[in-house]
């Protein structure tokens, strides 16, 4: 291990640690912290996080951002908001589909910008930023409600408020373990019979126990009762949306076609381009999933605020999702990184910001503490990178 | 022009059109790409001028020439980068039309190009399948491309690479090199174009890429080669071409050559020793 990490290719154990500190640090400050009911509260903290930095990996892959994401999510949170309740009473599902297809929308239209005319991303969703922040002001204050509209519309306020039963979080969770697993096994055995390099019996049962005791924890932290006057237990569904994204999105990266030439092109768009790549096609594919996986962060964030209000800050948010997303290992040069990087990311963010909280540390130390974890982070990285045969 | 190469070729009639000095072409070997009379303008500037060359199958041709003479024109004509102003492209005796990559991909030719076009953050099987990757029910099928991968570097007695799941960025020059050919081979290439393939390469590394390219020509695969470096030429070439000035000014096989005679045909164009030893052979 200590010579994958010397390679640069130490993978997320340093940030693993980092997060093992941060824990113990805060439950030595108050015994809250690692309580059941504060971990599911964490984790729901983290959605947000984790959801818009995936969103962001998929065009730092490329040496792309979209500074844009935060807004784009308070754009789709607002319109699924005021869709459903105010006047309007859409049914859900069209609400939340139209909210998708705006911010879809605008992930294509930077994607256009940037491809087309060739202007810089970093620009075009700065512009994107500032507009997208106008137009959300716009709408919200014009529904006349004094700035901020809250949510009485059942299935978007239970995406964070809703749980699952005990039972269905079990099931769900043991579900999602033994898949993994298997797939895991499979793959292993099926290069081993074929006399490619396969992984060690014992690294492999190591990797099944990690599950499965992950898995566990999971299931204990999900369904202690974390209610003070009625009893409240199960996984909360946001926590299932943030898990099928992340999955489906790792699983584009590592098994498909255009997974594989998103990192080409991150690599070396000329090489990919010579090897018949579509690269500008790849490219707005990209740019519409960082739309959509937005989109999809802004309806959780407003099912945990409960509602929209004008003084969303969009800005703030798609920093700390880049940052997440840059803590868990991605680079922002393009070509190196991974999904699950934004889960530890935000993870960690989520955990800083909880934590101080509890601790009763304000913004300031708030803010400080996330800019030490994100410099340690980079630096540990570019450390570790230094001497390694990993060109970026 | 009425005749097809073949028939030049048996009256040696295609040696002359630009008076190249000591062009003979050995009537036995089939030959592969046939070019005639090629020309390539950039507006008023003449890049290429009525260029005849024969590249048989299974043969290392070198291409020679100094800085500007047309050497990387020539090869982006033939790969298809740009289609030549005006004359004649054969392939096993069809007269053909290259106008895209596209094109010379699917005639068998195959460009490795100085700067390898490897992406340095995958491995050595994903940038072997960069763009054509096999797939099991529409997912990526990472065995058997790692499979092939293996069989092909083996077949090319590229043994230097540990593990074919090696990152490109953290392989040698030599190895690239090695990873960029094998590329090549692996589409089925006839003709594998390798332009400046030793350039930035140390003595063990050139050596590597030397004998790579006669594991290529072993197999029958015709490779055209570019290089500043006459000691490397006159390694691994069955065959020189020589440019100069945009004109093809003398090709034929190697012991029609000696280094002196290749360097003044490099630098002025012209040498009596060439004719001489085309002579004596």
């Known amino acids: 291990m200590l010579k994958r990490f010397r390679r640069g290719d130490s993978g997320m154990i340093p940030i693993v640690i980092g997060l093992i500190v941060l824990a113990a640090y805060f439950q030595i400050r108050s015994s809250v912290f690692l309580s059941t009911g504060n971990l599911t509260n964490l984790m729901v903290q983290a959605t947000i996080f984790v959801l818009l930095g995936i969103a962001e990996v998929w065009l730092l892959l490329l040496g792309e951002i979209d500074l844009s994401a935060g807004f784009n999510a308070g754009l789709a949170g607002a319109i699924a908001v005021i869709l459903v309740d105010q006047q309007f009473h859409w049914s859900w599902y069209f609400a939340v589909g139209l909210a998708l297809i705006a911010s879809t929308g605008f992930g294509a239209l930077w994607g256009f910008l940037v491809i087309g005319l060739r202007l810089p991303s970093f620009i075009v969703t700065l512009a994107g930023q500032l507009g997208l922040e106008g137009l959300v002001l716009w709408i919200v204050d014009s529904q006349g409600t004094g700035g901020s509209i809250s949510i009485h519309e059942p299935v978007l306020y239970n995406i964070v408020y809703g749980d699952f039963t005990p039972l269905f979080t079990i099931i769900f969770i043991v579900v999602t373990v033994l898949g993994l697993s298997f797939s895991l096994v499979r793959t292993n055995a099926s290069r081993a019979s074929r006399n490619l390099e396969s992984v060690p019996m014992l690294l492999m049962l190591l990797r099944i126990a990690g599950l499965v005791i992950g898995g566990g924890l999971l299931i204990w932290i999900f369904n202690s009762n974390r209610g003070k006057f009625t009893p409240i237990h199960g996984m909360p569904f946001a926590i299932l949306i943030v898990g099928v994204v992340l999955g489906a999105c790792t699983f584009i990266m590592n098994k498909t076609k255009p997974g594989r030439y998103l990192y080409a092109i991150g690599g070396n768009a000329e090489a990919a381009r010579r090897a018949g790549i579509a690269v500008n096609r790849y490219r707005l594919m990209a740019f519409m999933m960082t739309g959509l996986i937005s989109g999809i962060a802004g309806l959780v964030y407003v099912s945990n605020l409960n509602g929209i209000s004008d003084s969303i800050n969009g800005g703030t948010l798609v920093l700390y999702a880049v940052a997440a997303a840059v803590i868990g290992g991605t680079s922002l040069f393009g070509g190196r990184g991974k999904m699950v990087h934004a889960l530890i990311g935000g993870v960690v963010i989520a955990t800083i910001y909880n934590g101080m909280a509890l601790i009763q540390l304000g913004a300031p130390q708030q803010y400080i503490a996330t800019a030490l974890v994100l410099l340690g982070a980079v630096t540990i990285d570019s450390l570790a990178r230094r001497g390694s045969t990993i060109v970026k | ?281």
């Open chain 2, 1 to 281: 022009m009425e005749t097809t190469p073949e028939n030049d070729n048996l009256t040696s009639s295609a040696v002359g059109q630009s008076g190249p000095v000591g062009s003979g072409v050995d009537s036995s070997a089939p030959m592969l790409l046939s070019l005639r009379d090629i020309t390539k303008s950039f507006g008023a500037v003449q890049a290429l001028q009525h260029v005849d060359l024969d590249i048989p199958a299974g043969q290392v041709t070198a291409l020679i020439g100094d800085n500007g003479a047309g050497k990387s024109t020539l090869i982006k004509t033939v790969s298809g980068i740009w289609a030549p102003t005006s004359g004649s492209m054969y392939w096993q005796g069809q007269e053909v039309h290259v106008h895209t990559p596209r094109d010379a991909t699917h005639l068998g030719i195959a460009t490795v190009y100085q700067d390898l076009a490897l992406c340095d953050n995958l491995d050595i099987v994903q940038n072997m399948y960069l763009g054509r990757e096999d797939t099991k029910v529409g997912l990526l099928d990472e065995i058997s491309m790692e499979l092939a991968t293996t069989k092909t570097l083996k077949d090319l007695s590229v043994s230097t690479v540990k593990s074919v799941r090696q990152l490109v960025g953290s392989l040698s020059g030599g190895q690239r090199q090695a990873v960029a050919v094998a590329r090549a081979v692996m589409r089925e290439s006839k003709l594998v174009i390798l332009d400046e393939p030793t350039a930035a390469l140390g003595v063990s590394q050139t050596a590597q890429v030397l004998d790579l390219i006669k594991t290529l020509s072993s197999h029958g695969i015709a490779v055209l080669v570019i290089s500043h470096n006459l000691n490397d030429v006159f390694s691994v070439a069955d065959r020189i071409a020589v440019m100069y000035l945009g004109t093809l000014v003398s090709h034929g096989p190697i012991a029609n050559y000696d280094r002196n005679s290749a360097v003044e045909m490099i630098t002025t164009g012209k040498s009596d020793r060439v004719a001489a030893l085309a002579a004596s052979n």
